[in-house]
């Protein structure tokens, strides 16, 4: 279950993906454009969050106890995964505003 904590513009939210277990958590995360989501990386190992395209978005290597944020463009369902851990998989579902 996602967290909203509310939002810097009108309209916008910031959610969160927990990292933990090895896995992202919601793995299927229904989003706004402009929306917030940050990647809190609760494992003892670093992680990525990084779109399969690899150009969307990507995190670069999320440390143990750190967080990664930003700001969702696009549309439709962006499909992203740990490139240090390529089993972890998990959605981006971004809708219009
Ligand atoms: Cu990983």
């Not at 277990?21 to 919601?26: A, L, N, Q, T």
């Not at 990647?39 to 750190?66: E, K, L, M």
């Amino acid at each position: 279950m996602a967290a909203v904590l509310g939002g810097t513009e009108v309209g916008a939210a910031t959610y969160i993906v927990t990292i933990e277990g090895m896995e992202f958590r919601p793995s299927t995360l229904m989003v706004h454009r402009g929306d917030r989501v940050v990647w809190v990386n609760q494992d003892i190992v670093p992680h990525t969050a990084t779109s399969a395209d690899g150009r969307t978005f990507d995190s670069g290597h999320i440390a143990p106890g750190a967080s990664w944020e930003h700001v969702v463009q696009g549309d439709g369902s962006v499909p992203y995964v740990c490139t240090l851990h390529p089993t972890m998989q998990a959605v981006l579902d971004i809708r219009k505003r």
